[in-house]
């Protein structure tokens, strides 16, 4: 039986379920930010991407050393491959928890070292600093996705 605190007399009246609902958010959230990731970090093999995002990264202490050992398209390339890897590994959540868990920490991690460029990309435009508050708000839906993830692999293991 469904308890008072899942449905509310409004809930009721129109048929929601809050357990549904909350379930499509999740799904929402995670599978979106994974292909939020791997659909960006494909693009990173364009030039068009490469050129880009060449002025944040060679201002970042965290990403300007890059191009002293690779090419421009190198290190966009490099930058592909982590956010293709990590948005892959969050969608693995239904069959290996614990490496979406991973994932899901790995793009909390991008998105802490992308939000930067707001502080060491110099004479940020509205525009950019507007594209780039996104990522604090994708940062949390990362650590969500990690905790989540986190949990489920500790239940399976309960579980066994």
């Keep these: 039986m469904i308890d008072a605190v899942q449905r509310?007399?409004?809930a009721q009246r129109v048929g929601v379920n809050g357990r549904l609902v909350e379930g499509v958010g999740t799904a929402i959230l995670r599978y979106g930010l994974a292909l939020f990731?791997?659909?960006s970090g494909l693009t990173k093999f364009t030039e068009f991407e490469a050129l880009w995002i060449q002025p944040l990264?060679?201002?970042?202490?965290?990403?300007?050393?890059i191009y002293g050992i690779t090419s421009l398209q190198g290190a966009s390339n490099l930058i592909g491959i982590i956010e293709t890897t990590v948005g892959v590994l969050m969608a693995l959540r239904r069959w290996w928890p614990t490496l979406s868990a991973i994932g899901s920490l790995g793009a909390a991690l991008t998105f802490v070292f992308t939000f930067s460029f707001l502080f060491t990309t110099p004479n940020v435009s509205i525009e950019l600093a507007g594209f780039l508050m996104k990522d604090l708000l994708l940062f949390g839906v990362a650590l969500w996705s990690a905790g989540e993830a986190l949990q489920a692999a500790s239940d399976k293991r309960d579980q066994r």
């Design 8 to 10: 509310t007399p409004a």
């Design 37 to 39: 990731l791997i659909s």
């Design 57 to 65: 990264m060679a201002n970042s202490p965290f990403f300007g050393w």
